[in-house]
């Protein structure tokens, strides 16, 4: 278990940093081929999801007493925030609608459910 929490707080970390890029992409910096259109509300979801990560993986790596229920909130928040983004490409497909949003909001999605589900197990089987 000390195993796996320790791998959900280095991933917590790597989705922290991938939030905080996709922040500054929202926020209109050009990272070489990378671009994406400005848009003010995903900064703000980026950034919170950037923060719920970094809580959780402080939690994980600490080996603080509630970290299996901060990872549980933690990758729960994200996975609302990457949700609310792929609600907001489906409703409007022609302004936001790209080829790398898709790509990751759907990668990001899968992963956050995939650690959401390790530790909702570890949690289950500590009781």
């Known amino acids: 278990?000390?195993?796996?929490?320790?791998?959900?707080?280095g991933?917590?970390?790597f989705y922290a940093l991938i939030f905080s890029l996709a922040a500054l992409l929202h926020a209109g910096l050009v990272?070489?081929?990378l671009?994406?259109?400005?848009i003010?509300?995903?900064?703000v979801v980026e950034i919170l999801c950037a923060a719920a990560m970094l809580a959780g993986a402080f939690g994980a790596l600490a080996g603080r007493r509630w970290a299996w229920d901060g990872l549980i909130y933690t990758h729960t928040a994200a996975l609302a925030g990457v949700l609310m983004g792929i609600l907001a490409v489906a409703l409007r497909p022609a302004e936001l609608g790209n080829p790398l949003l898709t790509w990751y909001h759907g990668t990001i999605a899968?992963?956050?459910?995939?650690?959401?589900?390790?530790?909702?197990?570890?949690?289950?089987a500590r009781r």
């Not at 003010?40 to 900064?43: G, K, M, R, S």
């Not at 899968?110 to 289950?124: D, H």
């Open 1 to 9: 278990m000390d195993a796996l929490r320790k791998a959900l707080g």
């Open 110 to 124: 899968a992963a956050l459910a995939a650690g959401l589900s390790a530790a909702f197990y570890v949690s289950r």
């Open 31 to 33: 990272f070489g081929a």
């Open 35 to 38: 671009r994406q259109p400005v």
């Open 11 to 13: 991933l917590s970390l």
């Open 40 to 43: 003010v509300p995903a900064v």
